[in-house]
């Protein structure tokens, strides 16, 4: 059963996921204006319904002693999908295990080796637990940030695009709050593209409207309000950014 929270714990989250090492209670309360001690409530409430399940550092294992991430696919077929990543958990080497709800590919596994005959061995005891390895990927680099809608939304707060370049080689990847003025509000996708509003290099791969998160399509509108998330290899323009939000960005 979901928790029912308001805006005022979405801010709280906001910024403990941004930096929860560095911020406190009165950090928050000044950005969110309430008082200290009904963030510290709000937060404890949090962690007590498992909303907030932990705070964990984020680790650059390369470097340490170059050591090597590797991301696996693996299906657990018939079995206890459970039991299985709690068993996979054991193996020296695994620091996250995900369940997938789907038949194929339904645990992703996340392990650090000391050097590829190190990811070898963990891929073994992987799979002499009977656990099928699909596919695998050897992680480069990993970027996190806050989940936007939870974030300010105050214009004179916080500026309309926000993310970070470079995810992949040289492509942008950036969030945008579309506006009222927005060219392509009102419109859908495939309209966008027709009418050159939108260049045919840039992806939106996805769109916050609401309590909604939305894999796009060619008929899906895109809305006053929505947070939309856009792809480009070529690198997101000043003219694509003012396609969603009525002007150019002036982020840095």
Not at 32 to 49: F, H, K, M, Y
Not at 63 to 92: F, W
Not at 190 to 207: G, K, T, Y
């Amino acid at each position: 059963m979901s928790l029912e929270i308001d805006s005022i714990d979405e801010r709280i989250l906001y910024y403990l996921a941004q930096e929860a090492r560095h911020t406190s209670a009165p950090d928050i309360a000044e950005n969110v204006d309430v008082s200290p001690p009904t963030v510290r409530n709000r937060i404890r409430r949090l962690e007590e319904e498992g909303v907030i399940r932990g705070y964990h550092a984020n680790i650059d294992y390369q470097k340490v002693g170059g050591r090597l991430t590797n991301h696996y696919v693996c299906s657990t077929g018939n079995r206890d999908r459970q039991e299985m990543a709690q068993r996979v958990l054991d193996i020296p080497g695994v620091i996250n295990v995900r369940e997938i709800m789907s038949g194929k590919g339904d645990l992703r596994i996340s392990v650090v080796g000391s050097d590829t005959q190190d990811l070898t061995r963990i891929a073994q005891d992987i799979t002499a637990l009977d656990i099928e390895i699909d596919d695998e990927d050897l992680v480069h680099r990993e970027y996190l940030r806050p989940f936007a809608p939870f974030g300010p939304r105050d214009a004179d707060l916080v500026s309309p695009v926000t993310g970070v370049a470079g995810l992949a080689g040289d492509a942008d990847v950036v969030e945008v709050l579309v506006r009222e003025s927005a060219p392509i509000a009102g419109r859908t996708l495939q309209e966008a593209n027709e009418r050159d509003i939108v260049p045919p290099d840039v992806l939106v791969v996805r769109i916050n409207r609401d309590d909604d998160s939305i894999t796009p399509t060619g008929e899906t509108a895109i809305r006053e309000g929505d947070f939309v998330t856009i792809h480009s290899r070529t690198g997101v323009t000043d003219a694509t950014l003012e396609a969603f939000t009525g002007h150019s960005s002036d982020a840095e």
